[in-house]
Nanobody, 117 residues
Framework: QVQLVESGGGLVQPGGSLRLSCVAS????????VGWYRQAPGEQRELVAT???????KYADSAKGRFTISRDNAKNTVYLQMNSLKAEDTAVYYC???????????WGQGTQVTVSS
């Protein structure tokens, strides 16, 4: 019933920026903690950033200082602003939401980010 749709991925040069969006439906969005994950070819899926129901954000070391996660509960949307992109940021980025009341989690379909010159 919960659906997540990511957008905003694409091809960008090193040093460039992208803003990813994840729109949720079928949810009481304000009750969810949200995470952005990524998976590069041949690599394990890794956590990039999380934001709680209280807007507390945490970042992986690889993202800290460059990426910003935010949410707009009125729009049922979470964002990942990615600046100073590097080639190693190339991956499929996935949105995940965790319902703090039920414990259920849901995944989006992913959006491709490619950083290349």
């Amino acid at each position: 019933q919960v659906q997540l749709v990511e957008s905003g991925g694409g091809l960008v040069q090193p040093g460039g920026s992208l803003r990813l969006s994840c729109v949720a439906s079928g949810t009481i969005f304000r009750l969810y903690t949200v995470g952005w994950y990524r998976q590069a070819p041949g690599e394990q899926r890794e956590l990039v950033a999380t934001i709680t129901t209280g807007d507390s954000a945490k970042y992986a070391d690889s993202a800290k200082g460059r990426f910003t996660i935010s949410r707009d509960n009125a729009k049922n949307t979470v964002y990942l602003q990615m600046n100073s992109l590097k080639a190693e940021d190339t991956a499929v980025y996935y949105c995940n939401v965790a319902n703090q009341l039920t414990g259920r989690t849901h995944w989006g379909q992913g959006t491709q980010v490619t950083v290349s010159s």
